[in-house]
């Protein structure tokens, strides 16, 4: 009889050639009879790949930038055809998050990326008519960083959550649009917002009755590849330490891309200013 507490494992992988390389790993670690490698993307994946309603669990890792950013929720949705009533999806919880910061020094950065097109006079060419879509372009770009705690208006705990349950939704569509409003905790001092980091956890709940494990990529915890995202404001917002800070923010599937689009509008509920971001493509 077989001893292994897991009689079968399907792993898909859309790369042929990693699709090889794990099949040989599995096969050399004597788990060859419990491991079949599937060299498909999942949504290829058919009943005669794997029987309707056949497997216990769903361990997915397509995870992106801000989560979303290529497509995996629609996939993991799809893949419960193939899961048993009561089966887990894992991880089965997450929550996207968003702090606001202030760093004059990124915008200026930013802005000195752009000089060249200030040129009147380049080969006797005048390009400053580029100027604007240059500038709107600079603004429109995924800016990748790892972000330390104290560069934040607020601590990462702090910071309002969008929750999203991975587990139950049943048709993929559901995950192509995304819409929520954000509120956020007053701050310990007046500021100039320039823009907001975005970044996301996850909870592998259902396992057992214990604390479920959490993956996190705030800021201040261990580095992950998807580091933080920089979303910079179109331009910047002032609010005093106790002005009401609300944010609208979209996630819009793009599916040419195989990515989000993101933008956000900001409001001081105090002041009544406003201010924006994006639509910032989450493939950059």
Known sequence: PDSSPVAKVYAIEGSPEIA?????LSRSNGFGRQVEVIPKHLEDITEEDIPLQSVDVIVSELFAHFLVGEVGLQ?????????????????????????????????????????????????????????????EQVLQELILDLVTPDQLLMSAEEAPAEYLDLAVPENPD?????????????????ALIDGFCGWWDVSFAGCDGREPPVLSTAPG??????????????????????DKLQ????????????????????????????????PIELSN
């Open 20 to 24: 090889r390389v794990a099949s040989r």
């Open 75 to 135: 996939v993991v949705t799809e893949a419960k055809k193939f899961l048993k009533p009561g089966g887990l999806v894992l991880p089965s919880q997450a929550w996207l998050k968003l702090a606001p910061f202030e760093d004059p020094e990124l915008g200026a950065e930013l802005r000195r990326r752009h000089t060249f097109w200030q040129n009147k006079d380049f080969m006797g060419f005048d390009l400053t008519a580029a100027l604007p879509f240059v500038e």
């Open 174 to 190: 559901q995950w192509n649009r995304l819409n929520f409003t954000l509120s956020f905790p007053t701050r310990s001092r007046d």
């Open 221 to 242: 915890v261990p580095s992950t590849v998807w580091a933080q995202c920089r979303f910079l404001l179109h331009k910047p917002l002032s609010v005093a330490a106790n």
């Open 247 to 278: 944010a609208e923010c979209q996630l819009k599937c793009n599916k040419e891309r195989e990515s989000y689009s993101f933008q956000m509008k900001v409001q001081n509920k105090t002041s009544r200013k406003e201010a924006s971001c994006g």
